[in-house]
């Protein structure tokens, strides 16, 4: 069975600094992974879609890495902003690629 | 603007009663998704579908029920038989196996 983890639960940094939230998940066979960003009381908005053939996808200050053997991937916000301030969330599909299942989140905080 | 619009956005329920969520996509998508998000418990697969007038249980289907007689739209029933209906439910979109597309979500609570 596919398990998701992301470490720390929360974050708090001061506005400007460069910051990495962690994914990990146990089943390494996995055809890709998706970043996600979820606002207070909104939806999920998708970040990122890594492809298991690929190492990084890069979209303006985000960066993501996947490294399959060892069931991690990370996310690299650069020169963070207080707009940023949401909770992101990883998810790698399972049972034949049609359903994902999600890690529980990190909740980001970026002091001004 | 192509995109996933659910609604209604927020919903009370009485005790006993059935109430449907809806959920309609124009982006040519095949497969659709409903998920269930409670604090502390992540997001739970309700009910998926790749095609249309075809569906499959999730991880947690018990006290609901989907229909897909269109590409397009996708609704979710929540009935008496769900013990627990209070949550945030989001519904998703994608080709079959690539990036997921989430709606806003419609936020139900039992009075």
């Known amino acids: 069975k596919q398990e998701v983890t992301q470490i720390p639960a929360a974050l708090s940094v001061p506005e400007g600094e460069n910051l990495v939230l962690n994914c990990s998940f146990t089943d390494s066979a996995i055809y890709n992974l998706q970043w996600f960003r979820q606002d207070p009381g909104k939806g999920l908005t998708s970040l990122l879609l890594i492809q298991s053939s690929q190492r990084e996808q890069t979209s303006g200050r985000l960066n993501a890495s996947l490294d399959k053997s060892s069931g991690r991937s990370t996310l690299y916000i650069a020169a963070s902003q207080p707009g940023d301030s949401a909770t992101y969330l990883c998810?790698?599909?399972?049972?034949?690629?049609?359903?994902?299942?999600f890690g529980q989140g990190t909740r980001l905080t970026i002091n001004p | 603007d192509g995109g996933i619009t659910q609604s209604p956005k927020y919903l009370f329920r009485k005790e006993g009663q059935n109430v449907t969520l809806s959920c309609e996509q124009n982006l040519n998508h095949d497969a659709m998704y409903w998920y269930r998000q409670d604090p502390g418990q992540g997001l739970r697969l309700i009910y998926y579908?790749?095609?249309?007038?075809?569906?499959q249980k999730g991880d947690i289907a018990e006290g609901y029920s989907v229909s897909r007689e269109k590409k397009e739209s996708f609704p979710l029933t929540v009935t008496s038989a769900q013990k627990n209906p209070t949550a945030f439910y989001l519904c998703?979109?994608?080709?079959?196996?690539?990036?997921?597309?989430f709606g806003e979500g419609s936020r139900l609570t039992v009075l």
């Open positions: 579908s790749q095609i249309v007038n075809d569906f």
């Open positions: 998703a979109s994608s080709i079959s196996g690539r990036e997921l597309f």
């Open positions: 998810a790698v599909p399972y049972q034949g690629a049609q359903k994902l299942v």
